[in-house]
């Protein structure tokens, strides 16, 4: 097996990957002690050669001095190359943010197994076992990736995230032509593949807070001190819960001290936070909510999962739905709609992933005339079937 350590090796390999149909690739990366991850090593497999010889597989370490990741970027950014990952998202995020690019075309297997009827875990280990027939040695699982010399053991560990995975994209791939669903993938990976997928905005901090008031004022205060601990989090790329966490934020955005005395009142606030930069951070935020006058405040309606107005006997009806079709077809049901999408449709919203594209196919459209009345649900034995309402009865 080998360990690529410098640049003009790399060069080499992705020269060769270039004239591939296909690249699996995974990565190892830490991020315990940052607020982005720390790329650790990128492992990468071609394809079978025409006589059935297995395709060269390797290890790339962003860590050695003097490696530059370079031509493996350029690999990233070159269309004609299927980039073929499992459960793709931390992934594609490091490549983003360390290189400026995210890999087109994009395949990812954890998506394309729930769609073609493993269910909803489709974990890694899974699809090795039963479409690769082969089974992972897990003990070099909880690694420190970022510590060198890696052990043989840590080696083989991680070539074998992409050489079964040329298996399981290849099975996949013929799956989704034989069932016609590609085009279901495709929609999945323009998301995937959109960087504003992975743009944090510290603005936007907040939403991911769960309150318990709604108290226009008191949101206010969450909006503010979550925007700057993700400010400070950012440009010092620590994690957010070395600035504070989430129990201490709202504890300070409900007794909202004034000054330093009253901050160090705090009984969850770590003592790095009560003094120094953090300190006058928080008493800066707080003091600009404060400031906001009554109709800059924001509302319990903006944050995801706000209060609604959800009709329950609708929202059972639609999840016995959504059993029913993922029962028919295959298809794990989270990929399709999860709770708070039901309850959202049940209370009357209507813009919605599951309303649209291959979801608004396979489910949405029917869920809205069930919504509308149009539609009923029947049992024949243990099946689910719907049933169209003629004008009179749903009169």
């Known amino acids: 097996m080998q360990m690529i350590t410098e640049t003009e090796t790399l060069a080499r390999f992705c020269d060769q990957a270039a004239q591939a149909p296909y690249v699996t690739i995974d990565t190892e990366f830490m991020r315990e002690r940052s607020y982005y991850s720390k790329l650790c090593l990128v492992q990468m497999a071609l394809p079978p050669a025409n006589n059935g010889e297995a395709g060269p597989a390797v290890l790339v370490d962003p860590l050695a001095g003097g490696l530059s990741l370079a031509p493996f970027w350029a690999l990233m950014r070159n269309e004609a190359v299927v980039k073929v990952l499992h459960a793709a998202r931390q992934d594609v995020e490091i490549f983003y943010i360390d290189g400026g690019v ?62 079964h995975l040329r298996v399981i994209y290849e099975y996949l791939a013929r799956e989704l032509e034989r069932n016609g669903r590609a085009h279901w993938l495709d929609e999945e990976m323009q998301v995937l593949t959109a960087p504003a997928t992975y ?40 994690p957010r819960s070395r600035v504070f966490k989430d129990d201490a934020l709202l504890e300070l955005a409900s007794s909202r001290p004034e000054d330093h005395e009253a901050l160090n009142r705090s009984r969850l606030l770590l003592r790095e936070a009560r003094r120094g930069e953090i300190a006058e951070g928080i008493l800066s935020a707080l003091r600009e909510a404060r400031a906001l006058p009554a109709e800059a405040l924001p509302s319990a309606a903006d944050q995801p999962g ?64 069930l919504c509308r009345g149009e539609l009923a649900l029947t049992a024949q034995g243990a099946r689910v079937r719907t049933v169209e309402l003629a004008a009179q009865a749903r009169a």
């Open 102 to 163: 995210i890999p087109r075309p994009l395949f990812d297997t954890q998506i394309a197994s729930m769609v073609c009827g493993f269910g909803e875990q489709a974990g890694y280990e899974t699809l090795v076992r039963k479409i690769a027939r082969a089974s992972l040695d897990k003990t070099s699982r909880f690694t420190d990736w970022s510590r060198r010399p890696l052990t043989e053991a840590q080696a083989r560990y991680a070539l074998a995230d992409v050489t």
């Open 199 to 238: 743009v944090t905005r510290p603005d936007e901090a907040w939403k991911r807070i769960k309150t318990r008031s709604n108290s226009p004022r008191f949101l206010a205060m969450v909006q503010a001190l979550a925007r700057f601990r993700e400010d400070y989090a950012q440009s010092r790329n620590i």
């Open 306 to 369: 706000a209060q609604l107005q959800v009709n329950p006997a609708l929202a059972e009806l639609l999840r016995v739905l959504l059993k029913a079709r993922a029962e028919e077809t295959g298809v794990a049901q989270k990929l399709i709609a999860n709770a708070a999408d039901l309850d959202a449709l049940a209370a009357g919203q209507r813009d919605l992933a599951c309303l649209k594209g291959w979801r608004g196919e396979l489910f949405g459209a029917d869920a809205l005339r």
